[in-house]
């Protein structure tokens, strides 16, 4: 079990770009693989990004493909998601997620969840 914690969310307008962090305890990091959601209340959880333990594998929704880069640390345990050219739809919750062995796109695969950091783009 790891315990993620996020932080980075904020207010940013339309074209402007956040980096979003999850720290992660646990000194077996790098085993896990991680991925980011987000979720408007009201709608489903969507997945957004994910990246393999080692990071040499990523994976991205069609949504954000060309705007957002999912990165990791494994030295600080942490697993960044660098925003660019931010839409208002892009506005949510978003919240880093981690599982043991190959990285999914399917939420409820996920054991470990941050409690989610605030996204709000502007128009």
């Known amino acids: 079990q790891v315990q993620l914690v996020e932080s980075g969310g904020g207010l940013v307008q339309a074209g402007g770009s956040l980096r979003l962090s999850c720290a992660a305890s646990?000194?077996?990091?790098?085993?896990?693989?991680m991925a980011w959601f987000r979720q408007i209340p009201g709608k489903e959880r969507e997945f957004v990004a994910h990246?393999?333990?080692?990071?040499?594998?990523?994976n991205y929704a069609d949504s954000v493909k060309g705007r957002f880069t999912i990165s990791r640390d494994n030295a600080k345990n942490t697993v960044f998601l660098q925003m660019n050219r931010l839409k208002p739809e892009d506005t949510a919750v978003y919240y880093c997620?981690?599982?043991?062995?190959?990285?999914?796109?399917?939420?409820?695969?996920?054991?470990?969840w941050g409690q989610g950091t605030q996204v709000t783009v502007s128009s």
């Open positions: 997620a981690a599982r043991t062995g190959v990285a999914l796109t399917t939420g409820r695969t996920y054991t470990d």
């Open positions: 990246i393999s333990g080692s990071g040499a594998l990523t």
């Open positions: 646990g000194r077996t990091f790098s085993t896990y693989a």
